[in-house]
T-cell receptor
Framework: DSGVTQTPKHLITATGQRVTLRCSPR?????VYWYQQSLDQGLQFLIQ???????AKGNILERFSAQQFPDLHSELNLSSLELGDSALYFC????????????????FGEGSWLTVV | AQSVTQLDSHVSVSEGTPVLLRCNYS??????LFWYVQHPNKGLQLLLK??????LVKGINGFEAEFKKSETSFHLTKPSAHMSDAAEYFC?????????FGAGTRLFVKA
């Protein structure tokens, strides 16, 4: 158990809908990361928050947004869903803000499976 | 700029034989390197990490990796494969603004 908690574990929704994925980081971790994993694109970094502020942006679509709250939990909002958004969405956390640097290890949650039908 | 290449998309070994998963990296500064394992329908679990201390890094479940700067490699090894090692393995390079994941290597273990 990594200590990173994600909900829901599975979600099925229709095209055009909006969903929210939730993540609680490990105790003491200030950074939260969101990743998308699909069969055709592999593991893609979406966005990172550090202590409530956006820190880095990856391949995140404009239809997607995220935020980190004062209690450090984070939410990833996916809107106007398309079939191609079906994927496993991971949340991860780390103590510091710089990914991987100086041993700043990233710990992953179990993921949220999103199926868009 | 940083990049990471996992040289094999699939590796198949017999139970009890050695495992070698190959990873080459590119980094303009001293990198942090990681190996993660992902079992089916699970999250990524950290196996081991290199952060400029000892070049031979020991991880969980009998895995280890050796950092070779001259070869820009960070190959993952295990002396004897177990059925439970069947999974996908990701080599990761960090140390900068973004962490870069390799494409993954699927390890198959035959009985």
């Amino acid at each position: 158990d990594s200590g990173v908690t994600q909900t829901p574990k599975h979600l099925i929704t229709a095209t055009g809908q909006r969903v929210t994925l939730r993540c609680s980081p490990r105790s003491g971790d200030l950074s939260v990361y969101w990743y998308q994993q699909s069969l055709d694109q592999g593991l893609q970094f979406l966005i990172q928050y550090y202590n409530g502020e956006e820190r880095a942006k990856g391949n995140i679509l404009e239809r997607f947004s995220a935020q980190q709250f004062p209690d450090l939990h984070s939410e990833l909002n996916l809107s106007s869903l398309e079939l191609g958004d079906s994927a496993l969405y991971f949340c991860a956390s780390s103590v510091g803000s710089t990914q991987g640097a100086g041993g700043n290890t990233i710990y992953f949650g179990e993921g949220s499976w999103l199926t868009v039908v | 700029a940083q990049s990471v290449t996992q040289l094999d998309s699939h590796v198949s070994v017999s139970e009890g034989t050695p495992v070698l998963l190959r990873c080459n990296y590119s980094s303009s500064y001293s990198p942090s390197l990681f190996w993660y394992v992902q079992h089916p329908n699970k999250g990524l679990q950290l196996l081991l990490k290199y952060t400029s201390a000892a070049t031979l890094v020991k991880g969980i479940n009998g895995f280890e990796a050796e950092f070779k700067k001259s070869e820009t490699s960070f190959h993952l090894t295990k002396p004897s494969a177990h059925m439970s090692d069947a999974a996908e393995y990701f080599c990761v390079v960090g140390g900068g603004f973004k962490t870069i994941f390799g494409a993954g290597t699927r390890l198959f273990v035959k009985a």
